[in-house]
């Protein structure tokens, strides 16, 4: 799906990717001088976060992990529970938790899934800067909370990771919906690769603090999924590590400004298209971005889920299927604000009021071009598809050379602009 084919002669090609590490830490690095030996203690009971399919976390190995140091601890299994940090997205099924956590983990412990919907199963924590904190009550009713995670670019977050699987991940309907309103949305700290001065990830921070979040295991991981560290230790100070470190590897510099560009996305990213829609979004959105106005943005995702089977999922389909133009969407929803999923059509509206997005290879045509898409069978009539409008945008003749940016893993990717002053 990602392979690119044959270009024409007229186009030239710039290719970003991240930067690998010269050999991946094999070795957890432990952030602080505090062990997880240190805070667990027989007879407690645990819960530990983990990531949902959407999230390409080798969750099988850092929630396995943190399982052998609290059994050397003296925490019996009969005291963990395993929370999936679904968000709004569906439950996980018994194959999902299989891959993710592979059968010796699903065998032995308890593992429940996060219903944000559930009143019965939800703790109101009070409002942190007037966001209201509330989180699944297994989170709380516990002697020590631990969370596993990818520190990766995040649209919101800057960068994901830390104690966003507490917060947002096992968050109820109302956090999630007041962190992904046009409010914190339109906030000008709100972005993507952002941590200082962003409201989304100070609001993370203090809710994993007043949620007692105490110790995580969080991984920056390879172009092929591959963990490149794993770091582990306080919440904030694993994420301030792990985002320095991912800084060198992600972002990478673009020279010039281009008419064209891919977004790859593999992986759990590609199943639906209100994941998929992220590799776009990042592209188009990101500070800096090399992307001229108006320039068609490729976008290969099989979607076999269509546009996703959660309520966030639905609702995000709903707003763009139902809308008049993406710039209506905008007014409707600056004006009415929207419910928490719905934030996805919102973020992917901004995108299609600059750029055109083409879909290439999806199982279900008719949602991408719903969503106000356009969508191709294959990689082909992709190109010929982008060169065209890209020709019409720009007003160049037939042989003049279109400028391509080649982003393969659009999600562990930050194209930047070099510009002048740097």
């Not at 969407?329 to 600059?354: C, E, H, K, M, N």
């Not at 945008?393 to 940016?405: G, K």
Request: glycine share 10%.
């Amino acid at each position: 799906m990602n392979d690119l084919g044959e270009l024409p002669p007229s186009w030239r090609v710039t290719r970003a990717i991240s930067r690998e590490l010269a050999a991946p830490q094999t070795a957890v690095q432990i952030i602080g001088d505090q062990r997880l030996a240190d805070l667990a203690r027989p007879g407690m009971r645990v819960t530990i976060a983990f990531t949902d399919a959407t999230r390409a976390c080798p969750d099988e190995q850092l929630v396995g992990a943190l399982l052998g140091e609290l059994e050397r601890s003296g925490v019996a299994p009969d005291n963990i529970t395993l929370i999936c940090a679904t968000g709004l997205h569906r439950p996980s099924t018994p194959a999902e938790r299989l891959a993710k956590l592979g059968p010796a983990i699903v065998s032995r412990y308890r593992i429940i899934d996060h219903n944000a919907l559930d009143p019965g199963n939800l703790v109101d924590l009070g409002t942190i800067n007037g966001i209201p904190l509330v989180v699944h009550r297994r989170c709380i009713d516990t002697d020590l909370l631990l969370a596993t995670g990818v520190v990766e670019p995040h649209q919101y977050a800057g960068y994901s990771g830390g104690a966003k699987t507490v917060v947002i991940g096992c968050g109820g309907e109302a956090t999630i919906s007041a962190t992904h309103g046009p409010a914190m949305l339109d906030h000008p700290g709100t972005r993507l690769g952002a941590i200082d001065g962003n409201p989304f990830q100070t609001f993370v921070r203090a809710g994993g603090e007043r949620a007692g979040l105490r110790y995580v295991m969080n991984t920056i991981l390879g172009e092929q999924g591959e963990p490149l560290i794993i770091a582990a230790g306080p919440p904030a100070r694993v994420h301030d590590y792990l985002v320095a470190q991912a800084r060198t590897i992600y972002e990478a510099p673009v020279a010039q400004p281009v008419h064209v560009a891919r977004a790859g996305v593999d992986g759990p990213k590609a199943v639906n298209l209100y994941q998929a829609s992220r590799a776009a979004t990042y592209l188009a959105l990101a500070e800096r971005t090399p992307l001229l106005p108006g320039a068609p943005i490729l976008l290969p995702a099989p979607i076999p889920e269509g546009a996703g089977e959660g309520a966030g999922e639905r609702r995000f389909f709903d707003a763009l299927s139902k809308a008049a133009s993406a710039h209506h969407l905008l007014d409707d929803l600056r004006r009415t604000g929207f419910p928490a999923g719905a934030q996805r059509a919102y973020i992917l509206a901004q995108v299609l009021v600059r750029h055109p997005v083409i879909v290439v290879g999806a199982q279900h045509p008719d949602i991408v071009r719903a969503c106000r898409m356009h969508a191709v069978p294959d990689m082909a009539a992709g190109i010929a598809l982008a060169d065209r409008l890209a020709r019409e945008t720009f007003r160049l003749a037939p042989d003049a050379p279109i400028e391509f940016l080649d982003v393969p893993h659009a999600l562990l990717t930050l194209p930047r602009l070099i510009t002048e002053k740097q």
